[in-house]
C-alpha cells in the first residue's frame, strides 16, 4: 500500500477535523434551537445544552465562545431560509408561479425546520433584541424588492390590486402557523401529526384560497 506523503495527511486530517466540526456544530444547534423556542435566551444554560448535546461544556464553549454565539448563529440560518424562499419573487417570472413556488418553499420550510420557526417568532415576540441593525436593513430591503416585483405585475395587469406588503404579511402567517401552532393544525384536521402530505396539501388550498 503506498504511502501518504505529508501532504496528504495533513489534508485527510484537516477534512476529517472539518467532518467533526462540522458534525458537532449542528448538533449544539439542534439541541440549542429547541431549548430557546421552549425557554428563551435568558432560560437556556451552557450546561444544558451541553449535556443534551452529549458534549463536554468545554466542547461546546470551543465552537460557539459564547451562548448569544449560538443564538446569533440560529437567527442567521434562518434568514438563509427566508432569503431562500423570496428569491422566487422575481417581476420577469409569472405570477402564478412565483407565487406557487413562494408558497411551497415557505410551507416545506416550516415543515423542515419547525423549532426553528418557533424560535424565531419567539425571538421575535420579545422585541427582536438579538437582531442585529444590519439584519433588520436586510429584512426590509429583501421585502420592499420583493414588494417591487409585486407592484410590476399589477401595474401589467398579471396581479389584483393590492397592498403588496399586506399580501406579503398574509403568507408569512398562513405558513408560518403550520410550524409555530401544529398542534392546533393537527387538531383541526384530525391527524396525530402533521405529515409531508398535510404541507403538500395546505400549499394547494392556500394557493386557491388566493386565487392561484
Known amino acids: ?60 464553549y470551543y465552537y460557539f465562545q459564547t451562548k448569544a454565539a449560538i443564538y446569533e448563529r440560529l ?41 426553528q420557526s418557533r424560535f424565531f417568532a419567539g425571538e421575535l415576540l420579545r422585541g427582536g433584541r438579538f437582531l442585529s441593525r444590519g439584519q433588520r436593513q436586510h429584512m426590509r430591503d429583501v421585502t420592499r424588492e420583493a414588494c417591487a416585483a409585486v407592484e410590476q405585475w399589477i401595474a401589467e395587469g398579471r396581479f389584483p390590486a393590492l397592498d403588496p406588503r399586506h399580501f406579503f404579511i398574509m403568507i408569512w402567517a398562513t405558513t408560518q402557523f403550520y410550524a ?20 403538500d396539501d395546505a400549499a394547494e388550498q392556500i394557493l386557491k384560497a388566493i386565487h392561484f
Open 180 to 199: 409555530d401552532f401544529a398542534p392546533v393544525v393537527a387538531a383541526t384536521l384530525e391527524v396525530p401529526r402533521l405529515r409531508k402530505a398535510d404541507f
Open 75 to 115: 437567527i442567521a440560518e434562518v434568514f438563509d431560509d427566508w432569503d431562500a424562499a423570496l428569491r422566487h419573487i422575481r417581476p420577469e417570472r409569472e405570477p402564478r408561479e412565483a407565487i406557487g413556488d413562494y408558497v411551497r418553499e415557505k410551507l416545506e420550510s416550516s415543515r423542515r425546520n419547525a423549532a
Open 1 to 60: 500500500m503506498a504511502r501518504q506523503s505529508g501532504d496528504e495527511r495533513r489534508k485527510s486530517g484537516g477534512d476529517n477535523e472539518g467532518r467533526i466540526r462540522a458534525r458537532n456544530e449542528a448538533k449544539i444547534l439542534e439541541v440549542s434551537v429547541r431549548l430557546f423556542s421552549t425557554k428563551g435566551f435568558d432560560g437556556t444554560t451552557i450546561s444544558e445544552i451541553a449535556e443534551e448535546s452529549g458534549l463536554p461544556k468545554a466542547n461546546v
